[in-house]
C-alpha cells in the first residue's frame, strides 16, 4: 500500500475541490444573496435513508481506514488491478466538480440536504434541470464512484455502489413531493425529462 501514497494525495485534493465546490454554493453564497426562509414542509425519513447512512458512513469509514494506509487493511486491496481504470476513476471525478457547480447553480436556495419544500420554493426546469430531474443525485453518485475506482479497494467500490442503490427510492420520495407542491407543472416536467439521465426518446 506504501506505493499508493500517490493516489492517497491525489484523492484528498480532489475531495478539497469537491468540497470547495459544494461549500461555496451551500454556506458561503446563499447567505449573500438571501437569509435561508423558513422551512414549510420537511419529508419523513424512511428505509431508503437508512440504508444511504449506512452506506455512507461504510464508505467513508473504508475510505479513511484507506486514507490511513494501516497495512491490516491491505487485504482490500485489488491485487493486478489495472491503473488505467484508477484513472478514468480520476477523469470521472473532474468532470463532475465543475458540473455539481452548475448544478447549485440552478437549483439555487431550492436546495437542502433532506427532502423539503421552502417558503415561496420555486420550481427548476431549466440549466441543470432542463433534461434531467436529479442531477446532483447522478453527480454525487459518478462522484463516489469515480473516488472507488481511484482507490482500488473492493471495499470502497463496495460501498460506493450500495450508496447509489437508495437514490432512486429517495428520488421517487422526491418526486411525490414535487408533484404535490407543484402539480400539472411537475408532471409535464416529469415527462419530457429523465430521472438521473437525459431522455434519449422523446
Ligand atoms: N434531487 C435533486 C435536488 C437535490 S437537493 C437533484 O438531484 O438534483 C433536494 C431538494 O431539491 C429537495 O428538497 C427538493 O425540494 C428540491 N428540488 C428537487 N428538484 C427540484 C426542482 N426541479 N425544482 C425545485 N426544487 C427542486
Known sequence: MADDV??????IAL??????????????????????????????????EAVMIFA???????????????????????????ESIRWIGVVIVLGNIPLLGWIHRTLDRQYSACLRIKESHLLITEGA???????????????????????????????AILVAIPFHFVAQKEEQMLLETFGERYSEYMQRTGRFFPRLRK
Do not use: C
Not at 72 to 82: A, L, R
Open 6 to 11: 500517490f493516489y492517497r494525495v491525489l484523492l
Open 15 to 48: 475531495y478539497a475541490m469537491f468540497f470547495g465546490v459544494r461549500g461555496y454554493y451551500r454556506f458561503l453564497k446563499p447567505r449573500q444573496v438571501e437569509p435561508e426562509p423558513a422551512e414549510v414542509e420537511r419529508k419523513a425519513f424512511g428505509k431508503a
Open 56 to 82: 455512507i458512513l461504510g464508505y467513508f469509514g473504508s475510505l479513511i481506514l484507506y486514507l490511513l494506509g494501516l497495512s491490516w487493511f491491505d487485504w482490500s486491496q485489488i491485487s493486478g488491478y489495472p
Open 129 to 159: 434541470y432542463a433534461r434531467v430531474r436529479h442531477p446532483m443525485y447522478t453527480v454525487l453518485n459518478a462522484f463516489s464512484i469515480g473516488i472507488s475506482l481511484l482507490t482500488a479497494n473492493f471495499m470502497i467500490i463496495g460501498f
